[in-house]
């Protein structure tokens, strides 16, 4: 039904709630790495395509919740959004 709906399928590892509830410490940036990877190996069109490496780059020792701020924007996008946000 995912595939049919969004036009791929989205592991539990790479759900929003599970990243974005996790702490702010570099293992954020760990998880994050590891949903683009669950991504791609779901949905083969997608193989190579997601950004796997920057997310430790932001997480810094002076500001740790860095990504979690970026990450916490997203929690304010309608879900029923009619725009392409992303693209």
């Known amino acids: 039904m995912a595939v049919e709906r969004c ?3 989205l592991p539990e590892c790479a759900y ?3 990243i974005n509830e996790a ?3 570099v293992h954020k940036a760990v998880l994050v790495k590891a949903a683009m990877e669950a ?3 779901e949905n ?3 193989d190579g395509v ?3 490496e920057l997310y430790v780059q932001l997480v810094p020792e002076e500001e740790p919740e860095l990504l979690s701020k970026i990450i916490r924007v997203f929690k304010d996008i309608p879900e029923d959004i009619s725009i392409d946000l992303f693209g």
């Open 7 to 9: 036009g791929f399928f």
């Open 16 to 18: 929003y709630d599970t």
């Open 23 to 25: 702490p702010d410490t």
């Open 39 to 41: 991504i791609e190996k």
């Open 44 to 46: 083969a069109k997608m």
């Open 50 to 52: 997601l950004p796997k």
